[in-house]
């Protein structure tokens, strides 16, 4: 028969922002609690294997957006706007699940703690998402090939799309760290089935974070050799910097769990070798 637990006493769970008894880690890496793990283990084999050749396929989607081929344009909107959506579907199907998960295991996530931390604040979030898209915005009307300029409502459009969507997102994104205080609107919401799928959103995500960071940091950036020690270090403190805001965000979902535990910043570190590798010692050749 198992012990009765005193309701008042608390725990220290091996996962960031988590109260509760102390559980045990499973130790298969398909388990729930070891979605991030996975996840990092998924970005190592697509940046080994699939990264270059996806990379070079959004390539090949920039220059036909820039020759102005209208098909390419529709795709690389819905590539740039996806960024912005999948996250937030993701919040969406997993918030209950997870939250249910966690009661059932008698732990709860400290998301007031969580949601302060510096790299977690959603002030930040909301101005990383901003600043990615005004980039992305930016960035490809400036190389359009054009001869006719925007409309002054595209340009509208494109800004309140460029305030909606992060905001959407960062709202729905820090609702999920919460536990909700009412039943989903729809059954479904309370489903396995619905987090799988918010977890494919959130692997689909960060796929496309990467073929975005490659692209910049391998055909627009480029990175000759390294040639001595003070650019060896310069290029790990830049690679960090990037590292926080770029795979940090997408995995927020997991690092509100796992955060604290050894093994997840090993597996962190193995899902970025690969970059670290070209941008640390440097391509051959710049670009794909």
């Not at 969507?165 to 709202?171: D, E, G």
């Not at 995500?205 to 940091?217: P, R």
Request: with cysteine; aromatic share 14%; net charge positive.
């Amino acid at each position: 028969m198992a012990k009765s637990r005193n309701p008042n006493t608390k725990a220290t769970d091996p996962a960031v922002g988590v109260e509760g008894p102390n559980k045990s880690v499973p130790k298969n890496i398909f388990a729930l609690a070891n979605r991030g793990m996975l996840l990092d283990i998924v970005v190592f084999l697509a940046n080994v294997f699939l990264m270059r050749s996806l990379t070079k396929r959004f390539v090949d989607l920039y220059h036909q957006v820039s020759g102005g081929d209208q098909t390419a344009e529709i795709i690389m909107f819905l590539f740039c706007i996806s960024i912005f959506v999948l996250p937030a579907l993701g919040a969406v199907l997993k918030r209950w699940p997870f939250h249910e998960r966690l009661q059932a295991e008698g732990r709860v996530l400290k998301n007031q703690e969580f949601a302060i931390g510096c790299l977690f604040n959603p002030i930040l979030y909301f101005s990383f998402n901003l600043v990615l898209f005004v980039f992305i915005y930016s960035f490809f009307t400036q190389y359009k090939n054009s001869d006719q300029p925007e409309s002054t409502t595209a340009i509208l459009v494109m800004l309140g799309l460029g305030f909606t969507l992060p905001t959407i997102q960062t709202v729905l994104v820090y609702k999920y760290l919460s536990p909700p205080k009412k039943d989903p609107p729809i059954a479904f919401l309370r489903s396995r089935t619905s987090e799988l799928f918010g977890d494919v959103f959130v692997y689909v995500n960060m796929i496309l974070f990467q073929v975005v960071w490659n692209w910049l940091l391998f055909s627009f950036m480029g990175f000759p050799r390294v040639t001595g020690v003070y650019e060896l270090l310069t290029r790990l403190l830049f690679l960090i910097v990037l590292a926080l805001f770029i795979y940090l965000p997408p995995r927020i979902f997991y690092l509100a769990e796992d955060i604290t535990r050894r093994r997840v910043w090993l597996t962190m570190l193995l899902a970025n070798l690969p970059v670290i590798y070209h941008v640390v010692i440097g391509a051959k050749e710049a670009g794909w």
